[in-house]
């Protein structure tokens, strides 16, 4: 163990419900074996070259409590940090980057994290925990060449990674604590993790010995190697876990070929190791998409857009049927006909009209609550961002959230009104279209409304138990919009029959004809 040298960064979790990196609550600063926050850069010296490691802590300061901590933020300045220590790192054989969030989840000024870490061999994160298990591998190549890993979590999947440079080709691999052996093959290395720009491939080439690195709880008592299927003999034990077996590369310089390595121990374990390795410059394999998409996405740019969009899309919709003449009612009065007809009712009358545009305008612009953002400290959260305690974090999850609530409260809010509106004009009021023969066309609709009604209900109570008192009374778009819907239902149903006289008797000639 004197020979261990711990590295190790803040994640989301270090950062929750923290006011400041001088608080008390900070335990990363206590119990750490860093003991320090912020990103850091280590030098690892060998006889035959350096090798770097930096950390790269996007820890949000203050960090907030649940949901908006979830992202990653980087500023100017600790953007500039890192800058520094990539040109520190310049002259080792390799660097190493490592922490907590993917790049996908973490909100970086121009040029951008990948722009930064160009340099580096691997980019180490975790923070997805392989997607609820949906992912267990999200491995994939950032377009300037740096491997980005992410690994399981500890807590509750036992994962973790080894990793070794032989004659500085980079090679790895994923484990699950307590399963035995462990193997990995560092020559020849796989293909799909191959980068020209940073490792001397052509040393395989020239290279005389397979290579593997073996560990167990009992001795290791054969190492088997096949290559597509041949054997080609047990490897030599050379010293601690290092086996070797000479071969002659240039028996494989054509096309790609499967490197299998079978270890067992003492024990009667067993573990069988395989990956696909190539000698020829012009063969590349590909990522799984979907790890692809998930790790090389910038998802907080992703929120921002659809959100911005829904909220375009709702906007023009109302306001063009503002300001659209009359409507002509053409063709059998079907879905589009009686849609388009609604929403030409709701724009047209004035209290509905404002109230779903302000609602609109509200969630984009204004404060969503005034509560305690992180412990001991009062702030305000905006659709793009939370201000507390003289900070301001950048929007990310909080767009999402905003997305949720046009989505599943707003707009249907909207299309209750409308849908409200046009029995009114079918000249029908509120008990008078429950007793309608039409059930069921009518129970979905309240049921889904009740559903959707119920979600804002508990967002209160979610806004109450997470951010406090202050917060539920102090919400706008959660709290009192739970109180002003029945209100504005209200209204529908006992809307003055004359503001609708012109729109029933419209409806009723469209349908008599």
């Not at 054989?93 to 790049?103: A, L, P």
């Not at 998409?289 to 921002?304: E, G, N, Q, W």
């Not at 809010?413 to 509106?421: I, K, P, Q, R, T």
Request: aromatic share 14%; with cysteine; net charge positive.
């Amino acid at each position: 163990m004197e020979k261990t040298k711990w590295l190790d960064i803040k994640g989301n979790h270090d950062a929750f419900n923290i006011p400041s990196l001088e608080s008390v609550e900070n335990y990363y600063r206590k119990y750490s074996a860093v003991r320090r926050d912020g990103s850091f850069h280590y030098v690892h010296s060998t006889p035959f070259g350096n090798y770097s490691f930096i950390s790269l802590d996007a820890t949000p300061n203050p960090g907030p409590k649940r949901p908006f901590n979830f992202f990653g933020i980087l500023d100017e300045k600790r953007m500039q940090e890192l800058s520094l220590l990539a040109k520190e790192s310049s002259r080792s054989n390799h660097s190493i980057w490592f922490g907590h969030y993917t790049t996908s989840t973490i909100l970086s000024p121009s040029p951008g994290i990948w722009s930064i870490m160009s340099s580096a061999t691997a980019y180490l994160c975790g923070h997805l925990h392989t997607l609820g298990g949906l992912m267990p591998v999200l491995h994939t190549r950032h377009f300037q060449g740096t491997l980005e890993l992410e690994v399981g979590d500890w807590k509750h999947n036992r994962r973790y990674r080894i990793f070794a440079f032989d004659h500085d080709l980079f090679s790895f691999a994923d484990l699950i604590f307590g399963e035995w052996p462990v193997v990995l093959i560092t020559n020849p290395k796989s293909l799909l993790y191959s980068c020209a720009k940073h490792e001397p491939l052509e040393r395989v080439l020239h290279s005389t010995h397979i290579r593997v690195l073996a560990f167990s709880l009992s001795s290791i008592t054969s190492v088997t190697v096949k290559i597509d299927g041949v054997h080609l003999g047990q490897a030599i034990h050379l010293s601690g876990p290092i086996f070797t077996l000479r071969w002659n590369p240039r028996n494989y310089n054509n096309r790609t070929h499967n490197i299998e390595v079978i270890v067992q121990d003492s024990a009667g374990r067993r573990k069988s190791v395989h990956h696909i390795f190539s000698l020829q410059e012009d063969i590349h394999l590909r990522f799984d998409p979907l790890a692809s998409f998930i790790l090389l996405t910038d998802h907080c740019m992703v929120a921002r857009v659809l959100f911005v969009m829904t909220v375009l899309i709702q906007l023009s919709i109302l306001i063009t049927f503002r300001h659209q003449g009359c409507l002509e009612l053409k063709g059998p009065p079907g879905f589009i006909n009686l849609t388009s007809f609604s929403l030409h009712v709701l724009s047209k009358i004035n209290i509905f009209y404002y109230s779903v545009l302000l609602l609109t305008l509200y969630t984009v612009l204004g404060p969503w609550f005034i509560g305690e953002i992180t412990k001991g400290k009062i702030g305000c959260c905006f659709s793009f961002g939370i201000f507390v305690d003289g900070h301001f974090l950048q929007g990310s999850v909080t767009f999402v959230v905003g997305i949720l609530q046009l989505v599943f409260f707003n707009i249907p809010l909207m299309a209750y009104l409308c849908w409200s509106l046009l029995q009114r004009c079918f000249g029908h009021n509120f008990r008078s279209h429950l007793r309608q023969g039409k059930r069921l066309k009518i129970i979905p609709v309240y049921l889904l409304m009740f559903l959707l009604y119920s979600w804002q209900i508990y967002s209160c109570y979610f806004l109450h138990m997470t951010f406090g008192t202050l917060a539920f009374f102090f919400s706008p778009l959660r709290t009192w919009l739970t109180l002003l819907t029945p209100v504005l239902i209200h209204c529908v149903w006992t809307q003055n029959s004359d503001k609708l006289g012109a729109f029933t008797v419209q409806l009723k000639s469209h349908l008599s004809s």
